[in-house]
């Protein structure tokens, strides 16, 4: 099985804790999408074939809205944290 996660990913969210700031997200985007994102699509659709071998309950859904990944935008509404990024990657 392919590497997903590597070490640029996990240098982007180390990054990403010590400037949680729309400027600095905006300049890097491009390293979210290569190196947490785009990686984080390709393991939801690789497991999600595990998943259906498990029980037809288990599904992935790939879609980037809407889908098995959750955003890495915060809802600062009802947060006490205001960064407007998250700084770990979700799958559900």
Known sequence: MAAYFTKETFTFLKDLTENNKR???NENKHRYEDHVKDPAIRFIIDFGAHLRTLSKHFRSDPR?????????YRDTRFSKDK??????????
Not at 64 to 72: A, C, E, L, P
Not at 83 to 92: L, N, V
């Open 64 to 72: 980037t809205v809407g889908g098995s990944m959750f955003r890495i």
């Open 83 to 92: 960064t407007p990024y998250k700084t770990h990657i979700g799958i559900q």
């Open 23 to 25: 400027e600095w997200f």
